[in-house]
Antibody, heavy 126, light 110 residues
Framework: QVTLRESGPALVKPTQTLTLTCTFS??????????VSWIRQSPGKALEWLAR???????YYSTSLKTRLTISKDTSKNQVVLIMTNMDPVDTATYYC??????????????????WGQGTLVTVSS | QSVLTQPPSASGTPGQRVAISCSGS????????VYWYQQVPGTAPKLLIY???LRPSGVPDRFSGSKSGTSASLAISGLRSEDEADYYC???????????FGGGTKLTVL
């Protein structure tokens, strides 16, 4: 059974840097095809994908936020860390950690998100 | 504005069939699998459909997905009150190297 859990501060001040940790079990980021993505959802808004890190350390970032994001992994600890700089009140959201699969199925390429953490609410306010 | 386009709302009465559309482009839906998620307010999204039309274990067969070209659709038959939720389509985009979500469709069971 795959489980993911997000942890980090509930409150950050504007201009501060946010560090979120995803701790997972039931999967390994040293296994081919395994990846972790971060997704957020501002209150009342749609889901927004932020970043992804793959088993081979490939990294992908949202085109609109890439200058502020850094994603990294610690395979031995089963953890993925997301860093977001220069936080603003518009970054107030629930941040989700998810399992992503990236692989080839025959001639078809599969990239998909299946398991989600429960999410952690981050409020940006002075 | 989301790159994947969904209607903001849909509705139906118990027992009815409703369909939610998702429109994209050749770099996302046109060349990758489509996923659908159900989100009850206050909870994390739940995978409903993967690889265009497959259901994870535990998802009722009332839910079905399809894809044609650069569009996809989620159909819910035998509508039930517990189906009232937000529904999101999603797919990887090869040009952006980003995972994209639709703007979400709020389903109301009248």
């Amino acid at each position: 059974q795959v489980t993911l859990r997000e942890s980090g501060p509930a409150l950050v001040k504007p201009t501060q840097t946010l560090t979120l940790t995803c701790t997972f079990s039931g999967m390994s980021l040293s296994t081919s095809a395994m990846c972790v993505s971060w997704i957020r959802q501002s209150p009342g808004k749609a889901l927004e994908w932020l970043a992804r890190i793959d088993w081979d350390d490939a990294k992908y970032y949202s085109t609109s936020l890439k200058t502020r994001l850094t994603i990294s992994k610690d395979t031995s600890k089963n953890q993925v860390v997301l860093i977001m700089t220069n936080m603003d009140p518009v970054d107030t959201a629930t941040y989700y950690c998810t399992r992503t699969l990236s692989r080839f199925l025959g001639r078809d390429k599969e990239v998909g998100i299946d398991y989600w953490g429960q999410g952690t609410l981050v409020t940006v306010s002075s | 504005q989301s790159v994947l386009t969904q209607p903001p709302s849909a509705s139906g009465t118990p027992g009815q069939r409703v369909a939610i559309s998702c429109s994209g482009s050749s770099s996302n839906i046109g060349s990758n699998f489509v996923y659908w998620y159900q989100q009850v307010p206050g909870t994390a999204p739940k995978l409903l459909i993967y690889r265009n039309n497959l259901r994870p274990s535990g998802v009722p067969d009332r839910f079905s997905g399809s894809k044609s070209g650069t569009s996809a659709s989620l159909a819910i038959s035998g509508l039930r009150s517990e189906d009232e939720a937000d529904y999101y389509c999603a797919a990887w985009d090869d040009s952006l190297s980003n995972w994209l979500f639709g703007g979400g469709t709020k389903l109301t069971v009248l």
